[in-house]
């Protein structure tokens, strides 16, 4: 009850504060560039999304402050919903929509306000790959997250309207990692069935997050044919339960070798040997074979796991704080930052702007896939790729036009944790 | 003269000062009481509420249903990881207080010199100088299956093949926990026993007791305020572990709070606070068990 109480009175704190900066921006261009100069805009987001560095560098060019902040998921859902204020542009991945949209804290973005929406790729804009055909919609699509209904941001969507959700920033491609030294080499894994071969008994580990782990199996599952789900990134009690049955029966015949839940351990698990294939993210895959040790973030037949991240601002901005929000989404994806983390292997959503930051080797093998004509380095300069290597995967629209299932929170997310903490202590 | 000291004259004044000294204590008591309340019963009564509340996918509805608890107490899993915390607590409980026992008895008895018994007695805490995290992750490379200890047993030739079992699995989890713990119970045994008055051995050998028996009918009655003090410590800590179990398990085991960690990321608080409640329930209960075999505040004013 207090916790009400609470909100109400800061959001009419806000309302105090959005009244007096309206009366201070009516004078000229040069006072409002005075006044921007003391704004700061709170970032917050995932470690791989909000990075220092490019904080740095839109402060820079801004002429405000734009200041970083790296949290967990659950860390930002909590201050996002409990203490909203706290945060002013939310890096939000599309899996944190459906706990957040209709919620009242993130603002809708109205499309005129976001200048590079007609270069931004048709995945974000149409739901569509490049070449026309509609990407699947298996989990939280792009199209599903991208808009809501009307300016008040209280029903997504699900389809092209005037407000976004968000504005698109990063996204990536997963699959499995293996160590093509000890399947036999990169050719032995080509299906996601791969990861339940008895042959890697032992030998194979999930990461240890719901929606994400079963939805891994669910691939493999639906691949060697055990059944065929409505939709994977939906499931019904009934498939989760068929699914987790056969997990448990996997876990008990000691098929996993391990659950990671961080980064670092997923690296660890892959270049100790402990594990051949796994689920794992992209630049692990790097951090593996930084150590000399082979890795192979494989390219499966079936597709991938696709997901998305975007910046959405929040509720409680307005006047010129809110302008200078739209200036800085703006600003993000104008190419630096795409630049900066496409040598971190992410995607941006508008790749015209990032080519431009990008040499036209790096270019070439980060989005082409073509063999790297020169050493490939990542943002910070050390040695990613050596000449001559080629992305795992390909070209952009080999990876993410071939997505067979996006990250998802299904509408049985609390029946899917308790069959998951099941899984776990089975 | 200080508090501490005027209260102990109060108390050890004649009968007509009682009052006065009761009234002392109470005021003695009154910072804690004011801390405890503060940070924990308070706390723990909003963690109570929540178990009563409804929820949905991100918000926690003010309600008073019995179904967070309804749920918990008919589902199987419940009771395994109850089941699991409770195996490790007992393991760990029984390792930990057989090598407590020994080091204090080593420490205390063997050793001579108050310098001397001091100084090994620091040593013993010099592993605490890191992080616990560290020093339990550091196990991981030492286990592994490529790891510094299966591949002494294959250099060696005891082994041909590495030993799966040693990481990511109860072993794991166990020998962390003691690596972690041990220290919790030679501590308060090591000062029971510092306490105990060394002519009792004497008269014990005097009276033809040999030395398992001075140690099973002297030594071990007279500790078992630092064996309950220690055990306390090192059940609570076990039982309310997730980490420990999550990482040296590889995440194959699970213990009632990382099942709880798991709610909580999922903001199904609910929940997460009805198992919260029944988790500090039992263990206080376990804890009252321990107080009840060995009454601590008796045996410490002795």
């Known amino acids: 009850m207090t916790r009400i109480n609470r909100r ?95 919620k009242g804290v993130l603002a809708s973005i109205p499309v005129t306000k976001y200048k590079l929406w007609g270069e931004t790729v048709p995945l974000f804009t149409k739901g569509s790959y490049p070449n026309g055909q509609m990407a699947s919609t298996q989990g939280l699509a792009p199209i599903e997250a991208m808009f809501y209904e009307a300016a008040d941001g209280k029903k997504l969507a699900g389809r092209p309207t005037d407000f976004l959700t968000m504005i698109p920033t990063i996204y990536n491609a997963d699959t499995l990692g293996i160590r093509p030294d000890l399947v036999g080499g990169r050719d032995k894994i080509t299906s996601w069935k ?14 240890d997050y719901a929606p994400v782990g079963v939805m891994d199996v669910a691939m493999a599952l639906e691949s060697r044919g055990d059944f065929k789900y409505k939709d994977k990134g939906n499931m019904t009690k009934e498939e989760i339960d068929k699914t987790v049955k056969i997990m448990i029966d996997l876990k008990k015949g000691g098929h996993f070798r391990s659950f990671w839940s961080t980064f670092d351990q997923s690296v660890n698990l892959m270049a100790s040997g402990e594990v051949v294939v796994q689920s794992m993210w992209s630049p692990a895959v790097t951090a593996v074979r930084s150590r000399n040790i082979d890795c192979y973030y494989v390219p499966l037949k079936e597709g991938y796991r696709g997901w998305f991240v975007g910046l959405a601002p929040m ?81 952009i629209w080999d990876r993410m036009g071939n997505i067979a299932c996006w990250n998802t929170v299904m509408d049985e997310d609390r029946y899917l944790t308790r069959r998951w903490n099941e899984f776990i202590s089975s | 003269m200080t508090s501490i000291e005027h209260a102990a004259s109060l108390l050890e004044e004649a009968p007509p000062a009682e009052n006065a000294g009761e009234r002392a204590s109470w005021w003695q008591v009154s910072p804690m009481v004011a801390v405890l309340t503060l940070f924990f019963g308070l706390p723990m009564l909003v963690v109570l509420a929540v178990s009563f509340f409804d929820f949905d996918r991100s918000d926690i509805i003010p309600a008073f249903i019995f179904d967070n608890y309804v749920e918990l107490f008919t589902r199987e899993v419940t009771l395994r990881l109850y089941a699991s915390s409770i195996k490790f607590a007992l393991i760990v409980w029984a390792i930990t207080l057989l090598l407590g026992f020994n080091i204090a008895y080593f420490l205390v008895f063997h050793v001579r010199g108050l310098l001397f018994q001091i100084g090994l007695f620091l040593l013993c805490t010099v592993p605490f100088l890191t992080s616990n995290i560290i020093r339990m992750i550091s196990w991981i490379p030492f286990l592994g299956r490529n790891g510094i200890f299966n591949q002494a047993l294959q250099g060696s030739g005891i082994t041909s093949q590495p030993l799966e079992f040693l990481l990511f699995s109860d072993f794991a989890v166990v020998v962390a926990y003691v690596h972690l713990f041990t220290l919790f119970m030679v501590v308060p045994i090591f000062n029971a026993m510092a306490r105990i008055d060394k002519s009792l051995l004497e008269a014990a050998r005097d009276a033809g007791a040999g030395r398992f028996r001075t140690v099973f009918e ?77 009454d601590v505040r008796k045996e410490l004013a002795r």
């Open chain 1, 8 to 102: 109400l009175l800061l959001k009419g704190a806000a309302a105090g504060g959005a009244i007096a900066a309206t009366e201070a921006i009516t004078g000229f261009p040069t006072v409002w560039a005075q006044n921007a100069k003391d704004i700061t805009l709170v970032h917050a987001g995932g470690s791989y999304a909000a990075i220092k560095e490019i904080g740095e560098q839109a402060s820079k060019d801004l002429g405000f402050k734009i200041v970083m902040q790296a949290i967990t998921d659950d860390v930002q859902l909590n201050r996002s919903l409990t203490q909203p204020t706290t945060i002013d542009i939310n890096n939000i991945d599309s899996t944190k929509l459906p706990y957040l949209a209709g």
């Open chain 1, 194 to 207: 791969d990861l339940l071969d008895p042959k890697y008994k032992g030998k194979t580990a999930l990461v």
């Open chain 2, 218 to 294: 002297v030594v071990l009655p007279l500790s078992r305020t630092g064996i309950a003090l220690g055990s306390i410590f090192v059940i609570t800590l076990v039982m309310g572990d997730s980490f420990v179990v999550r990482t040296m398990s590889g995440g194959q085991s699970a213990s009632v709070v990382s099942a709880l960690q798991n709610e909580v990321a999922a903001l199904q608080y609910p929940p997460a606070a009805a198992s919260a409640v029944i988790m500090v329930i039992i263990v206080t209960l376990m804890v009252a068990g321990i107080l009840r075999l060995v």
């Open chain 1, 315 to 395: 509720a409680h901005l307005s006047g010129l704080k809110l302008d200078c929000a739209y200036e800085y989404m703006n600003w993000f994806n104008s190419g630096w930052q795409g630049g900066f983390i496409a040598k971190q292997g992410y995607y941006s959503a508008v790749p015209s702007t990032a080519k431009k930051f990008l040499t036209p080797e790096e270019w070439d093998y980060w989005y082409d896939g073509k063999p790297a004509a020169v050493d490939i380095k990542d943002p910070y300069g050390t040695l990613m790729e050596k000449k001559g290597s080629t992305r795992d995967g390909g070209a």
